[in-house]
Nanobody, 115 residues
Framework: QVQLVESGGGLVQAGGSLRLSCAAS????????VGWYRQAPGKQRELVAV???????NYADSVKGRFTISRDNAKNTVYLQMISLKPEDTAVYYC?????????WGQGTQVTVSS
């Protein structure tokens, strides 16, 4: 079992920055990769960024150059640093941990970017 708790969301003006945190606990050794997803109202959930256990990262084209995913192994936490935020980044952001045979989700954190 893996538990994920996101934090750091909020309301920010366009062009601003936020840093999201995903704190993990439980069977940490089983995690292969951690990703950040987002879901805007009326839209499907989409992958924003992912970091593997080996440290490789990948980003959606829409956030490349603006978002950075990183991790602090000592704190069992994965971060999503977001800069130059746009109104279209408004969504609920979810943390996802992939393990052999399945995955776990956090409860989500709301990010709202005003124009």
């Amino acid at each position: 079992q893996v538990q994920l708790v996101e934090s750091g969301g909020g309301l920010v003006q366009a062009g601003g920055s936020l840093r999201l945190s995903c704190a993990a606990s439980g069977s940490m050794f089983s995690i292969n990769a951690v990703g950040w997803y987002r879901q805007a109202p009326g839209k499907q959930r989409e992958l924003v960024a992912v970091i593997t256990s080996g440290g490789s990262t990948n980003y959606a084209d829409s956030v490349k150059g603006r978002f950075t995913i990183s991790r602090d192994n000592a704190k069992n936490t994965v971060y999503l640093q977001m800069i130059s935020l746009k109104p279209e980044d408004t969504a609920v952001y979810y943390c996802n941990a992939g393990v052999c045979g399945g995955y776990y989700w956090g409860q989500g954190t709301q990010v709202t970017v005003s124009s």
